[in-house]
């Protein structure tokens, strides 16, 4: 239908001349209007919503956790290197390494050029090659560069047995499918310095960035962590993304791992600590998990507070209670509509002393707030899973603590709602269900009898 309104631009352009508009750019401006409207009643309708659902949860993170990596990378591109460099990319991360960093590229992202799209499929070749000198050659030669940008999802796509970006350039170039694809393992191979052709200058989580060695020039030997030291003042979280993205894998690289995450958190100039975070979340109660947030928490820097709340699960599983409890405080503080953060805390201060009535007031206080904030909870992108979580938790901590039939109906409706929306199936929504008795069934939403 949207393609149908493109095409006859006759149709939109009459209707725009009866309104008084011109019949051509008011044609244009009238097919935008129809599109961005039927656009919006797609994403109303329930498959709509289900996809709007799941690129909050899944795709939309990711999104911005590359933004914040392209953001980091031109921010040290600009700072350490030459200003009259070339950088060979992507064009996505071309476009920011010339607007953003004010360095000349390759790929320049004008892809209406032929010269340029022509670059683009020779830049493409790299992928399909299998030596370092294959890619300097090409890189030096072909493409004049000094520098080479390589993001993970470029190097991942193309890992195994499929080895380039499509059939084509296999069948193209000959490259043998057999053969270990450069990229899947350059990043860990480079990371010593000690290669005749290129120099590992920067890296974090999604990209990693080579200087080309000049001919004549000895590789430095200096690695890719003393390079991030001395030159990138959020090297905490560089070194951080980098081994957990670049060197996990084989058992040749964990020792190298292990360096880079020692590093991080212990010697390196932190400027944001997301990747720490997630560290010591994963580190669940070793005391590992202790001594990263020991050292990120007291910087403040936790925008979303997700580490204000690890901290405190993790200090809660060692039985550290008063800090436990503290951390949650702050974490609902400063993030009063975060639903999970919420949730936890409620349980927590049942569970610290099972039986007592003011830590059982206190919880009610806790999950009442949720009432307050449920439309900026209910807004709120991301976190689809936990917001189930939560919103049955709410259910199960009304019906049993609260006593309150209407409040356990009403919040385990949202979270069989959300559940139907994400085609999730929670635990915690079927322990939820269980404390509901036969005359209350009749309430809940006609489509849960047919998904359950």
């Known amino acids: 239908m949207l393609s149908t309104l493109f095409v006859h631009r006759d149709v939109t352009g009459t209707i725009a001349k009866k309104v008084g508009l011109s019949r051509k750019s008011g044609g244009v401006v009238l097919t935008h209007v129809i599109a961005a409207a039927l656009l919006a009643h797609a994403l109303n309708n329930p498959e709509g919503v289900k996809l709007k659902n799941l690129y909050n949860a899944q795709i939309q993170p990711v999104l911005t956790a590359k933004r914040v990596a392209t953001a980091e990378l031109t921010e040290w591109a600009e700072k350490n290197t030459p200003e009259d460099c070339i950088s060979t990319a992507d064009l996505v991360t071309s476009s920011a390494l010339k607007f953003s960093a004010h360095r000349s590229v390759t790929m320049h992202p004008q892809y209406e050029f032929k010269r340029v799209r022509d670059r683009d499929a020779t830049y493409s070749y790299i992928y399909g090659m299998s030596t370092d000198k ?30 380039a970006i499509n059939n084509r350039i296999i069948e193209e170039k000959g490259f043998d499918p057999k053969i270990p694809n450069w990229c899947a393992t350059v990043a860990a191979r480079l990371e010593d310095n000690t290669s005749p ?18 001919d004549g020039e000895q590789p430095s ?36 791992h292990r360096s880079y995450m020692e590093a991080a958190t212990t010697v390196a100039p932190i400027k944001t600590s997301t990747c720490l975070c997630e560290q010591a979340s994963k580190a669940g109660k070793s005391p590992r998990a202790k001594k990263i947030y020991d050292r990120v928490l007291p910087l403040g820097n936790d925008p979303r507070g997700s580490c204000l709340f690890g901290a405190a699960i993790a200090f809660e599983n060692i039985n550290l209670m008063k800090q436990a409890g503290e951390y949650f405080k702050q974490a609902l503080e400063k993030f009063p509509s975060q639903h999970q953060f919420r949730s936890a805390y409620g349980w927590f201060l049942i569970d610290r002393n099972p ?49 309150d039939p209407e409040k356990q109906m009403y919040w385990l409706t949202l979270a069989l709602q959300l559940e139907h929306s994400f085609q999730m199936n929670h635990n915690s929504v079927k322990d939820a269900i269980s404390l509901v008795t036969p005359a209350q069934k009749k309430f809940l939403p006609k489509r849960w009898e047919k998904t359950k």
């Not at 030291?229 to 894998?249: F, H, I, K, M, V």
């Open 134 to 163: 294959e890619v300097y050659d090409l890189l030096s030669k072909e493409l004049n560069s000094d520098y080479f940008g390589i993001t993970m999802t470029s190097c991942y796509m193309v890992a195994g047995e499929t080895r």
């Open 197 to 214: 052709y290129f120099e590992l200058v920067y890296a974090n989580r999604h990209f990693i960035y080579v200087r080309l060695l000049k």
């Open 221 to 256: 030997g200096k690695s890719l962590k003393d390079h991030l030291l001395e030159t990138d003042p959020n090297a905490a979280e560089s070194l951080c993304g980098y081994a957990d993205q670049w060197l996990r894998g084989d058992d040749n690289r964990m020792s190298k």
């Open 355 to 403: 039986g007592s009535k003011r830590h059982i007031e206190q919880a009610k206080k806790v999950f009442a707030g949720m009432d307050e904030h449920i439309a900026a909870i209910q807004r709120g992108g991301g976190g689809g899973s936990e917001k189930i979580d939560a919103y049955a938790q709410n259910s199960i901590f009304s019906q049993q603590y609260a006593q």
